[in-house]
């Protein structure tokens, strides 16, 4: 028999039909849906007469428009609460479940799946947005589709695509203290670069991978698409299973013991064969930083800023570009940068784990004046975890003000905009030019770096003040 891949054992298994030299038409096993990319798919099936196929497999959400404060008021923005609306209204309409503002089971997207229960292993799953590759840390084929996908998942359950190459990341060793799966991520995209992954689907491996914990793999899986990758996968162990139980959609009794002995099989076969393959030693991971306006120009926190010595023709007019845009210069340390904002939160960094880790790193400090943070929960889950374990009289204490979950300033989609010029270390997933709000200047970094800057005022190594 022919040793696979996880990802084939996947993809193999929900094939539907194979086209002619062409796409494999897959079937999908849950579909996410939030206000922006969902609209006009449902006006696509009004216009053809068709309702929803099978709407117990699609759950929504909003997110990307919500404003972080005073959540029970009507929102203000006119076309926010229009797509808002929208949502309900056609979830209502369709008989689509629907975690609405103000709700226990409230939040992001791809937050909520993992917390429900609703991403399980051996899955295929979608959503009309890029970072759907977080649940990949399950053990599923998890991916962002455009809005005409959308609707064709909602037609039919199924989607037409070409199967990417496959590719293995391995991660082996100890990380070192004050690194965490954050770091890992930028370190591996400022490794292979954005376009790296193009046309591949991975699969992350080694020590430091099974050592991580469901909120580092997910961490990690959310910016595969960073690397220009479809997605990113891990193989399913006692950490995801152990996750997953109890939670309110996994499978209970006979039902778990069945899945659990399904869910055990899916790694890949020892002599399973990958199109590309990287190994990197954690020892040469440290807090990473970024210095410029994609994910891949990112450096380990204490080392200067490259040259462009090297570079020609647009690749170097691309990164002058890029450091006029931040307010940098070549070879320069970003040590001691000053910053004007803080961001936590995101499909990235907005889970429980990463509210622990900030808070325990700002414990008896106090916030700089220079800085104003915002530190946005993923969900009203993680929301009431930080209120019951007292994180939230910690975070107060140093100077901080929890908002309410939401995308917040991940992106220029609601309120929380960084002014123009001013500088964001934010633990979100990209920092392109306004992706935080028109001439913001994001720095991409862990909680840890986060912390550190929002207590000092400006970039520093968090080894050097928690560590």
């Not at 609306?85 to 629907?98: D, M, R, S």
């Not at 193989?235 to 013991?257: C, H, M, Q, S, V």
């Not at 040259?307 to 007019?317: I, P």
């Not at 001691?336 to 414990?363: L, P, Q």
Request: aromatic share 8%; glycine share 10%; net charge negative.
């Amino acid at each position: 028999m022919e040793a696979k891949t996880l990802f084939d054992k996947i993809w193999d298994a929900h094939i539907v039909k194979q086209v002619e030299d062409g796409p494999n038409v897959l079937y999908i096993d849950r579909h996410f849906i939030h206000e922006v990319t969902s609209p006009v798919a449902f006006l696509g099936l009004k216009n053809r007469r068709l309702k929803v196929f099978r709407p117990e497999k699609t759950t929504g959400t909003p997110d990307h428009n919500v404003p972080t404060i005073n959540q029970h008021l009507p929102i203000v923005d006119e076309l926010s609460h229009n797509q808002v609306e929208t949502l309900k209204k056609n979830c209502a309409e369709q008989g689509i479940t629907h975690h609405d503002l103000g709700t226990e089971s409230y939040g992001v997207v791809h937050i909520i799946g993992p917390e429900l229960g609703l991403t399980q292993p051996g899955m295929t799953i979608v959503c009309g947005d890029s970072h759907t590759s977080t649940h990949g840390a399950f053990g599923t084929i998890a991916f962002g589709i455009g809005t005409s996908e959308v609707e064709m998942v909602l037609a039919s359950q199924c989607i037409m695509q070409s199967k990417p190459k496959k590719m293995r990341i391995t991660v082996n060793g100890i990380l070192n203290k004050g690194v965490t799966a954050k770091d890992v991520a930028l370190y591996i995209i400022s490794k292979i670069s954005t376009s790296g992954g193009t046309g591949h689907f991975i699969e992350y491996t080694g020590t430091v991978i099974s050592n991580l914990s469901m909120e580092g793999r997910m961490t990690l899986c959310n910016l595969s698409i960073e690397s220009g990758a479809r997605g990113g996968m891990i193989a399913p162990d006692d950490i995801t299973f152990n996750y997953l139980k109890n939670r309110e959609f996994a499978p209970k009794g006979k039902d778990w013991d069945n899945a659990l002995k399904a869910w055990k099989e899916l790694k890949s076969d020892a002599c399973a064969v990958f199109d590309t393959e990287y190994v990197f030693d954690a020892a040469d991971i440290e807090p990473m930083i970024s210095y410029g306006t994609n994910p891949g120009m990112c450096i380990g926190i204490n080392k200067k800023i490259p040259d462009s010595k090297g570079l020609e023709g647009n690749d170097k007019a691309t990164y002058i570009k890029a450091l006029k845009y931040m307010g940098y210069n070549e070879n320069e340390p970003m040590i001691g940068k000053i910053v004007d904002y803080v961001f936590v939160g995101s499909c990235t960094n907005g889970r429980i784990e990463d509210f622990r880790a900030f808070a325990e790193y700002v414990k008896g400090k106090k916030k700089a004046p220079n800085v104003i943070a915002w530190l946005v929960p993923g969900s009203q889950k993680v929301e009431n975890q930080i209120r019951e374990e007292g994180l939230v009289q910690i975070l107060e204490a140093a100077g901080f003000e929890l908002r309410q979950p939401g995308c917040s300033a991940c992106l220029a989609m609601n309120d929380d905009k960084i002014p123009e010029g001013k500088y964001c270390v934010s633990t979100s997933n990209r920092n392109f030019e306004g992706r935080q709000g028109p001439g913001a200047r994001t720095l991409l970094a862990s909680p840890l770096t986060a912390a550190a800057a929002a207590i000092t005022g400006h970039i520093t190594d968090p080894r050097e003040i928690f560590i």
